[in-house]
């Protein structure tokens, strides 16, 4: 009796996950197919060797947030080289000529980052953060952006992150979180 | 004592032998189109302060004092100059886009600003070329009115 009163409740157990399973499974066929759709939509604006710097430009803009000089170097050096591999051909001719200056600035500022102490490799964040905005303002970008801004380094200046919380790399930890949110990208 | 004096000649030789090594001068008779001066209206004043302090290293014309003839102090200037020529050369201003333009003058107005242009190696022997007080805020005042106005 005892025996078939557990087998009932396990059979009863079963039926039960197998049906929720289906429905999860289905709901997750809907979302992958909802997935699909959206990335398909972003691709055509996709482009890898801009996704490419603009991690470089993130790891950059993190290691002063940390006040790390050895590491914002090595990751300025970086950056300088992705932006050297950076492809415009699939530009229009215009674009081309935008896109050629503002990749010539950058890796000036990048190159300049991997050889400069902290004060000096913040300077040069700002302009490069400038580029930056007007590169992906070109080539667009998959993931949404943030741009944020403190107006207390060097008369207000701004620069991007995959985060809407302000971690202010002008400044570091000595006013981490000054800084607001002034426009989203995507 | 002796060995005092083999490398007492040991040194003479060498500095006599590394005087031989041609050096790279730069200089030249023309100013080209792109010049600094001539597309912008630069007051006369801060025209004579680029001049002595600037232009040195950052054009293609460098005034040497008599002592560049001597090595090691040659290589030394060339290597200073070349490399402040690859950094911002008043003479091809023109030549740079509005984003270069303003980049360098941001950077100029950054480097005056902290007193790390003119190089000090610079100046102690040059002295007309640092800047008081009064002629760097009224410098970089000037820069920053171009920057804005590109």
Redesign the interface.
Known sequence: MKNLKMSIAAMLLLTLSFTNAQEKEKMNHDHSTMKMDHSKMMSMNNDAKAEAILNDYFNLKDALVADDTKKAAQEGSKLAASLKAFDASKYTAEEQKELA??I??AT??AEHIAKSEM?HQR?HFK?LSK?ISDLIAITGTKSTLYEQFCPMYDGGSSWLSTSDQVRNPYYGSKMLKCGKVKKTIN | MKIVKIIAVVLLVAFVGIQFVPTERNQSDVVPKTDFMLVNSVPDHIKSKLQTSCYDCHSNNTQYPWYNKVQPIAWFLEDHIKEGKAELNFNEWDSL?N??K??KL??II?QIE?DEMPLDSYTLIHREASFSEAEKQELIQWVERLKDSI
Do not use: G
Request: proline share 0%.
């Open positions: 200056d503002i010539e600035d000036e500022h004060s300077e302009t580029d | 886009s984003r270069r303003k980049s941001r950077s950054k902290n």
